[in-house]
C-alpha cells in the first residue's frame, strides 16, 4: 500500500475509480481486471476508508479468486496492522511463489519485520535468476528502491553500484542513486546526479524532486523551490510535489504560500491526515482559527 499519488491522479485511475463506485452505487456492470481493483483498494485504503478498501477487495477477490494482486493486498494489509503470522499465511497460500511480486511480497515482509539478513539474499538470488537483461534491470532497481523505502541507504547504495556496473546503460539509475544519496544525507553528491540527469531528461520531474529534496535538506529554499516550479510547469497538479513545496514553503516562512500548495493537495486527497495537519498549521499561523478547527475536525 504504498503512495503513489502521481498514479491516483492520472485518468486512467480516475476513470476506473468512477466506473467502479458507478457499478456499487447503481449496479451497473462494469469489467474492471483484479489489479485495477486491487489499485482501487489501495487507494481507499490511503485515503482512510478502510470499509471501502475492504469491500473492493473482497469484490476481487471473489471474481477472481486465483490472481496473485489481491492475496498480495491482503498479505500486506495484516503486515500493516502487525499481524505476522497471518501475513504470511496468506503469503504462502499464493499459488505461484516464483512470481516476481511475490518475491518482492516475501522481501518486504522480512524487511518490515526486521529480517534484513533473509530479505537481501532472497531478492539478489531471484535477481540472478533473470535471464533478461532489461528484465533484470528493471527487478534490481525495483529492490533498491524498495531498500530505500525501508531506510537502508548503505544497502541501497552497495545495490546501486551493482546496477550501475551490471547494465552500465541503464540510465535510470543515476536519478535513483540520487534518491539514495538524499536519504544517506549526501546532498552534494545528490544535487549533481540530479543535475546530471536533468541535462539528458529535462522533463523527468523524479530528477527536479530528487534536485529539490536536496537543496531543501541543505536549506538553500529559493534554488529548492526553483526546482519544484519547474517541475510543476511540466506536471502542474503532481501532488506530491505540491506537497514537497509545501513543506519548503513553510520551513522558508512563507505560510500563505504554503497553505495554498496544502489546500490545492487536499483538493485532491481530502483524507490525507498529515497534509490536514499541516494545513491546519498553517491556518493557525495565519489567524484562521475557525478554518483550521473546521479543517482537523470535519
Not at 498479505?75 to 511475490?102: H, L, P, Y
Request: aromatic share 12%.
Amino acid at each position: 500500500m504504498n503512495e503513489d499519488y502521481s498514479y491516483f491522479q492520472s485518468n486512467e485511475f480516475r476513470s476506473s475509480l468512477e466506473a467502479y463506485e458507478r457499478m456499487i452505487g447503481s449496479g451497473e456492470s462494469v469489467e474492471l481486471d483484479s489489479e485495477t481493483l486491487v489499485d482501487i483498494a489501495e487507494y481507499y485504503a490511503m485515503e482512510q476508508r478502510m470499509d471501502d478498501a475492504n469491500r473492493c477487495i473482497q469484490y476481487a477477490t471473489s471474481f477472481y479468486p486465483d490472481s496473485i494482486d489481491p492475496q498480495i493486498f491482503l498479505s500486506r494489509q495484516q503486515m500493516f496492522e502487525g499481524n505476522e503470522e497471518e501475513a504470511w499465511k496468506i503469503c504462502k497460500s499464493i499459488t505461484d511463489q516464483d512470481d516476481r511480486e511475490v518475491t518482492f511480497l516475501k522481501a518486504e515482509l522480512f524487511l518490515n519485520f526486521e529480517r534484513k539478513e533473509k530479505a537481501l539474499p532472497l531478492l539478489l538470488y531471484k535477481y540472478k535468476e533473470i535471464s533478461d537483461r532489461t528484465e533484470a534491470a528493471d527487478f534490481l532497481y525495483d529492490s533498491i528502491s524498495l531498500l530505500n523505502d525501508y531506510g537502508l541507504g548503505k544497502e541501497a547504495l552497495e545495490w546501486v553500484f551493482i546496477l550501475r556496473r551490471n547494465h552500465p546503460n541503464y540510465e535510470d539509475t543515476i536519478v535513483l542513486e540520487a534518491e539514495v544519496r538524499n536519504l544517506r544525507g549526501e546532498y552534494a553528491l545528490a544535487i549533481e546526479l540530479a543535475e546530471q540527469y536533468i541535462e539528458m531528461h529535462p522533463y523527468d520531474t523524479r530528477a527536479w524532486m530528487q534536485l529539490a529534496e536536496a537543496n531543501g535538506s541543505l536549506q538553500h529554499y529559493d534554488e529548492a523551490v526553483d526546482a519544484l516550479d519547474y517541475a510543476l510547469a511540466i506536471e502542474p497538479d503532481n501532488a506530491e510535489m505540491l506537497m514537497l513545496k509545501g513543506n519548503l514553503l513553510h520551513d522558508s516562512g512563507y505560510i500563505a504560500d504554503a497553505h495554498e500548495c496544502y489546500a490545492r493537495f487536499l483538493e485532491y486527497f481530502p483524507n490525507d491526515e498529515h497534509a490536514r495537519m499541516l494545513d491546519a498549521e498553517c491556518l493557525m499561523d495565519l489567524g484562521e482559527v475557525d478554518a483550521a478547527i473546521r479543517l482537523i475536525t470535519t
